[in-house]
Structures are given as C-alpha cells and as structure tokens.
C-alpha cells in the first residue's frame, strides 16, 4: 500500500529565504507526483505536477523534483513572501490506482515578516 | 473563472440524521472525486467518477455513505445516517482526462463542506 510521508510537519522561516520541503513515497510504481497548496479553510489549490518520467517542475518561484528510484520529491520555494503561508500538500498518482491520489499530511508553512 | 462549486460550505447535523452534499464540476470536465480530510487521516479518496459512472468507491463506508452523479453538473454524496466520527471537512474535485489516457492530470477542488455532527 502506497504511503506519503512530508517532514517536518511545521516550518517556521523569516521572509526572504529559501526553503525546501520533502515528500517521501513508499511504492516508486507512481503516474506522477503533485504538490499542492492548502490555505485555511479553503481547497486545495495544484501547484506544480510531474510526470513519472520528469525530474522536475519550475512554476515561477517554485520548482520541484523527483527522484522516483529513491522515492522522494522536494519543493523548493525561493524568496520566500508572507504569502506563501500556507499547508504544502504533495500527492502521487499510484499505478494501481489511476487518478487516484495518495496524500501526505502536508507541511504547514509560516513565513514572518 | 471556472471553478468547482460546493453546497453547503457548513453543515451541523445531529447523529442519526441524513446529509447530502452537492458539487458542480469545471464544465466539461469528465472525472470527479470525492475526497474526506481530518487532522488524524489527513486527506483521503472515498469515491470517484468518469463521465459520470462510478470508477471506484472502495474508501467509503458503503453501509452509511452513498454517492451518484444524476447529471454531468452535479455530483452528490449522502451520509445516512450521519455519526460523529463522520465530522470532516468533505471536498470535491474535478478533471479532464483523455479517453484513452490512463493516468491523471491536475485535479481541481472545490471549497469543501464542513460537517459537524453532533
């Protein structure tokens, strides 16, 4: 059974620097990997996907990687804003389960000002 | 601005009593999911949909929980009856997906029903 594991499970970082945030996966038979955004009492808003056979995704100030053969993907946010508070979600799409996403439980992100 | 749409975004029931929640997909999008999420589970799949016929229900509790799309607009799940355990914010999600695909694009989710039962 396919299981997403997301540390730390809280960051805490001042406005302005970079950070990474980890998702590790235990099946690397994966469609693809997604991350996505959470912001309180809202839905969940897709940030970035990547393909099972990508390394990795550029959104603006976001790019993520997958390394499939370990089982990890990383979401490194530059220049990090206020803005970007929010829960980090990431999500694999398992072969045995098409369109079927397995979550992690985020990592709630808070950057200060 | 196409966006999923769900009603009611807040629902206080007592135990024993019946709930539905409704979703209106993206227009034109052919596959909808029906996600639960609670701080101890997380996020997890109860059920999903393509072109409007049930793909997989295996997460739901199939005694209590029932879902159906009666149209290519709505998507509907219904809790009878309704327990505390069952409190949880519920989100539906909608995507394209090609015919003759097999695995997934971007799924894009709605505002999500609070439920609390009591």
């Known amino acids: 059974k396919q299981e997403v594991t997301q540390i730390p499970a809280a960051l805490s970082v001042p406005e302005g620097e970079n950070l990474v945030l980890n998702c590790s996966f235990t099946?690397?038979?994966?469609?693809?990997l997604q991350w996505f955004r959470q912001d309180p009492g809202k839905g969940l808003t897709s940030l970035l996907l990547?393909?099972?056979?990508?390394r990795e995704q550029t959104s603006g100030r976001l790019n993520a990687s997958l390394d499939k053969s370990s089982g990890r993907s990383t979401l490194y946010i530059a220049a990090s804003q206020p803005g970007d508070s929010a829960t980090y979600l990431c999500?694999?799409?398992?072969?045995?389960?098409?369109?079927?996403?397995?979550f992690g439980q985020g990592t709630r992100l808070t950057i200060n000002p | 601005d196409a966006r999923v749409t769900q009603t009611p975004r807040h629902k206080v029931t007592e135990m024993g009593q019946e709930v539905t929640m409704r979703c209106q997909p993206i227009l034109g999008h052919n596959t909808v999911f029906w996600y639960r999420q609670t701080m101890m589970q997380g996020l997890e799949l109860l059920a999903y949909?393509?072109?409007?016929?049930?793909?997989?229900d295996s997460g739901m509790p199939k005694d209590r929980f029932s879902a159906e799309m009666p149209d290519a607009t709505l998507a509907t799940l219904k809790i009878q009856p309704s327990e505390p355990r069952d409190s949880a914010v519920y989100f539906c999600a909608s995507g394209l997906v090609a015919k003759s695909a097999t695995q997934g694009e971007t799924q894009y989710f709605g505002p999500g029903t609070r439920l609390l039962v009591l």
């Open positions: 949909f393509r072109n409007r016929a049930p793909l997989d």
């Open positions: 099946d690397s038979a994966i469609y693809n």
């Open positions: 999500a694999v799409e398992a072969f045995q389960g098409a369109q079927k996403l397995v």
């Open positions: 990547i393909q099972s056979s990508q």
